[in-house]
């Protein structure tokens, strides 16, 4: 049995953490420090300009992460549309139902890249998009315009693209929401949405783009807080062991990092104490807990590490999660050197960042494009 040091040590690992303001808080800081934070994820009250932002991240890896520490996950929901965490002069991109509207994987993929670009630029790693969620309810006013389309292929075919573009240009992907958000009415922000479909009605509808995503080896996929009885009567998707492991890990074959959405919001909040829904969430299989950090989520990591010295969590499930976080960090996390910050403003906000953001709103390709992304 691994000492009560190297556990906490572990767990740690597991938790990526918000936090207020435009640079690292004190309390926040000596959380990073005790309980080794596997990762932050920055919102709008984190972002005053690029140059703060990657001074920002070049705080939390190279002053705050502990030298012999592994390095952070720095992340953002940047998925373009309303869901926009950034300012001025980073590029502003419309909703993904524009991209389906094009249809153009060439584009897909374009997109992906100038996103993964900018990010970079500033230090962050992981992007949690694209939303690969098929929008069929009409009355699901959460996903709308953030589906690529309610055509499951149109979803697949512009998801894998645009995950692509994300990972060739060294930031994380993550495919949002399994086992898919698009045909629920409630907001899982404020409730607990359900959803009535058959294993054998997901098959032909909502799980195509995680599917198609997962060949493409996306390192990354984040659960929906969503009740459906056909996958598991009594917990939602993030704290349901059958939902993760029997459908997303054995039927899938998904082995890289499988992340929860916002542990803080009412879906999972309102439903459980902070302390059961982080032992649940582990037990189901999330390698990562996202705590969007109106509070330090000491409670929450506290539970984690007490549940697994009390083999309520086994240390093993502990150990593959950390494994897989690992494996991610080498491809994605490089911290050999700080952003140069000097270097920023020549990522960011460029013409052809701006004539992408232009064709993809207009809907409309012109004869001239060539693509300015790596391949």
């Known amino acids: 049995m691994a000492s009560i040091k190297e ?19 004190t309390d926040f800081a000596e959380f990073i420090k005790s309980y080794n934070l596997g990762g932050v ?15 920002l991240s ?7 992460r502990q ?8 992340s953002i929901d940047h998925e373009g549309g309303k869901v926009n965490r950034l300012v001025k002069p980073f590029t502003k991109f419309p909703g993904n139902d524009h991209l389906g509207e094009l249809g153009s994987p060439k584009i897909g993929y374009d997109f992906g890249a100038i996103l993964a670009r900018e990010l970079k630029a500033v230090g962050v790693n992981v992007n949690f998009a694209p939303v690969v969620d098929v929008y069929t309810n009409l009355e699901n006013t959460v996903i709308k315009s953030r589906s ?27 495919a949002k929401h399994f ?16 959803c009535d479909k058959s294993v054998q009605e997901l098959e032909a509808c909502e799980w195509i783009p995680f599917r198609r995503a997962i060949r493409g080896r996306i390192d990354g996929v984040m659960t929906a807080h ?3 009885k056909a996958l598991d009567a009594e917990f939602p998707a993030t704290l349901s062991e059958k939902t993760i492991q029997t459908y997303l890990r054995d039927s899938m074959r998904f082995s890289r990092v499988v992340f929860s959405d916002d542990m803080e919001m009412k879906a999972i ?23 969007k950090g109106t509070t330090i989520p000491i409670e929450a990591v506290e539970a984690v590490i007490k549940a697994v010295e009390e083999k309520a969590i086994p240390l093993a499930k502990i150990q593959e999660s950390v494994k897989r976080i690992e494996a991610a960090k080498k491809l994605y996390c490089d911290v050999r050197r700080p952003v140069d910050v000097t270097k920023v403003s020549q990522q960011i906000g460029l013409p052809d960042h701006f004539r992408l953001a232009d064709i993809i709103t207009k809907k409309e390709i012109p004869d001239s494009y060539t693509s300015t992304a790596n391949v």
Do not use: W
Not at 42 to 55: C, D, H, I, R, T
Not at 58 to 64: A, I, K, P, S, V
Not at 181 to 194: A, C, I, Q, T, Y
């Open 226 to 228: 969503i009740l459906n």
């Open 269 to 291: 909040a309102s439903e459980y104490t902070v302390e059961q829904a982080a032992v649940l969430a582990v037990n189901a299989g999330c390698d990562c807990l996202i705590y």
């Open 7 to 25: 556990v906490k040590k572990l767990v740690g690992q597991l938790f990526v953490v918000g936090f207020d303001g435009y640079s690292v808080p």
């Open 67 to 74: 030298p012999e520490a592994p390095p952070l996950f720095i």
């Open 148 to 174: 690529f389309s309610s055509d499951p292929e149109v979803c697949a075919k512009l998801g894998s693209a645009v995950a692509r573009g994300i990972q060739r240009n060294g930031v994380m992907a993550v």
């Open 41 to 55: 994820i920055y919102f709008k009250k984190n972002v005053q300009s690029p140059g703060q932002l990657a001074e």
């Open 179 to 194: 086992p898919g958000h698009g045909d629920v009415k409630e907001d899982s922000h404020f409730k607990l949405p359900r």
């Open 58 to 64: 070049n705080e939390l890896q190279f002053t705050y």
